[in-house]
T-cell receptor, first 113, second 114 residues
């Protein structure tokens, strides 16, 4: 089944404790992206990647890191999480670029205390 | 930078009534436009998209949207609402000045009354 998977689905952590949210897709897509969803603000793009070893900042990259060492994986790293990063995070992928339909993962709900 | 405005964070309609969800965008060049739907506790899925060509775009579940360049709008409509349409709807834009970035509006929660 074609899908985007994220882990964990739920995470509660404390300020400053490094964490990684994994994202994997099995559709051989070149483009992958991370978004955060906050009430009233819709989804805001954090980082995106056009291909392996190519990443670019989105609208809200501060406090986040990403890497794209393999085509299928695009982990999101929070090196020192803060409470304002409490949010619902979505990973997405598309065949090639933001112009195409993006397929979304199920989301990761992160709470930073 | 591109931006997307969705008028009305909550819209309530009766079952069988017309659904109209409004979306306006700002872009100095023709963009690519999308509507996504999010059902409770799920990720987003594509309803429809406009890239080039015909300005009236038909999507899944009976939804359609019309690209109006002069009004910088891409409103979503459905002639007759069904209870299963209750969800949150997001308008999004890419291309133009922002290239491969995708910018979303704030979302509109659609409620359908029996």
């Amino acid at each position: 089944e074609a899908q985007v998977t994220q882990n964990p689905r739920y995470l509660i952590t404390v300020t400053g404790k490094k964490l990684t949210v994994t994202c994997s897709q099995n559709m051989n897509h070149e483009y992958m992206s991370w978004y955060r969803q906050d009430p009233g603000l819709g989804l805001r793009q954090i980082y995106y990647s056009m291909n392996v070893e190519v990443t670019d900042k989105g609208d809200v990259p501060e406090g986040y890191k990403v890497s794209r060492k393999e085509k299928r994986n695009f982990p999101l790293i929070l090196e020192s999480p803060s409470p304002n990063q409490t949010s619902l995070y979505f990973c997405a992928s598309s065949k090639n670029g933001g112009y195409n339909e993006q397929f979304f993962g199920p989301g990761t709900r992160l709470t930073v205390l | 930078a591109q931006s997307v405005t969705q008028l009305g964070s909550h819209v309530s309609v009766s079952e069988g009534a017309l659904v109209l969800l409004r979306c306006n965008y700002s872009s100095s060049v023709p963009p690519y436009l999308f509507w996504y739907v999010q059902y409770p506790n799920q990720g987003l899925q594509l309803l429809l998209k406009y890239t080039t060509g015909a300005t009236l775009v038909k999507g899944i579940n009976g939804f359609e949207a019309e690209f109006k360049k002069s009004e910088t709008s891409f409103h979503l409509t459905k002639p007759s609402a069904h209870m299963s349409d209750a969800a949150e709807y997001f308008c999004a834009v890419s291309g133009g000045n922002a290239g491969n970035m995708l910018t979303f509006g704030g979302g509109t929660r659609l409620m359908v009354k029996p």
